[in-house]
């Protein structure tokens, strides 16, 4: 039904800042609920921050408030991650998800998304 392509990854240094992009693709919705995971090797994949479709409701992992920020363009399906202050246990794969829902009830579980992009490597060297 949808594709979501990330983009904006690659190596920084420590204190550094990204903003990742997560573009959908298909038969996307206003109603799409958006989030971001990332994983490092050896390690289960965690959630990062989340949107709701209206794009006014953020939630942000406690691990990385006041440093990243989450918001959407409804207009060009994509939504963004700011990555600021970023520190070398930053580096991951960092994966955007998708579900098609009005009520986002639990942002932080892996299920509660339907569309996965592949990813996009975010390296922080020291």
Known sequence: ???LEESGGGLVQAGGSVRLSCAAFGRTSST???GWFRQSPG???TFMAAIDWTGTKTYISDSVKGRFTISRDNTKTTSYLQMNGLKPEDTAVYHCAATYTRTLHAPQVEDAYNYWG????VTVSS
Do not use: D, L, P
């Open 1 to 3: 039904q949808v594709q």
């Open 43 to 45: 390690k289960e994949r």
């Open 32 to 34: 799409y609920a958006m």
């Open 118 to 121: 592949q990813g996009t490597q």
